[in-house]
């Protein structure tokens, strides 16, 4: 019998420790770099595993005076998962955005990315965000939180809004990143429709798999994933609602 627990720190909470095995889980499990085009900058040899540090996962997702959290799920004693996320307020109502999310990938099709997600649920939230190029992490955001039916994703709020709510993170690499996809530009022909222009050039053999397995099974919102970019899923919801009392909160 699987022995699986779900545990949720606060920013202050995290220990150096917690952050070298979530740098571990990242750095075995998050994916590749890609070749980035002639001239562009590159963070990794091609090919290579993409890796984050615990310092700089400390600086990244739970930058200092942020109100972050840290989630993470461990099946039998192995860490089979975590999430990060950051708050803010956009106006009168509370962000919580998704910094990262990564399943061990022994670990994954096992609903174990939604059960950190509702893990992470404050009853104030009332607009959720990510950037990823991983079609999976997108839905399962949309699954955990979203009052509609996935792929019928509202994308008029992230057209009316996400300039602002981007804007007001305390998060660097969220607060810069460029808007782009045809919802934003109408002359955009590059195919994606939602997303942000990262720079981030991580190879994207395995997205673009999930990506294909989710059009064949009824379609996919957000559009294409062109290089050194990432999807951009951001909406809001009409009611608060509380966390499932289920979760372990240390």
């Known amino acids: 019998m699987l022995n699986r627990l779900t545990e949720i720190f606060r920013r202050e909470q995290v220990t150096e420790d917690m952050l070298e095995d979530a740098s571990r889980l990242f750095s075995e499990n998050y994916g590749v770099w890609g070749q980035p085009p002639p001239g562009g900058r590159s963070f990794g040899k091609p090919g290579s595993r993409v890796k984050m540090s615990a310092s700089r ?40 955005w998704i910094t990262q999310l990564v399943v061990h990938r022994d670990y994954r099709e096992r609903r174990l990315a939604t059960t950190l997600l509702l893990a992470l649920l404050d009853s104030g939230d009332d607009i959720f965000g990510i950037m990823s ?35 007001g993170s305390p998060v660097s690499y969220i607060k810069n990143a460029r808007l782009c996809g045809n919802i934003f530009n109408s002359g955009d022909v590059s195919g994606l429709k939602c997303g942000v222009d990262s720079n981030f050039f991580v190879d994207h053999d395995e997205p673009l798999d999930a990506l294909a397995r989710l059009k064949e099974l009824g379609g996919w919102p957000l559009g294409d994933l062109p290089d050194g970019h990432e999807f951009l899923l951001v909406f809001d919801v009409a009611q608060r609602r509380r966390p499932r009392s289920s979760q372990r909160a240390v």
């Open 57 to 96: 996962l400390r600086a990244q997702c739970l930058p200092e005076g942020s109100r972050s959290s840290y989630a993470r799920v461990t099946v039998n004693g192995t860490l089979a998962g975590h999430a990060f996320a950051c708050r803010w307020q956009c106006g009168d109502r509370q962000v919580c």
């Open 133 to 167: 190029s991983h079609p999976a992490a997108c839905k399962a955001l949309a699954r955990a939180f979203g009052n509609f039916v996935f792929p019928q994703v509202p994308l008029d709020f992230a057209r009316q809004h996400a300039a602002g709510v981007l804007t």
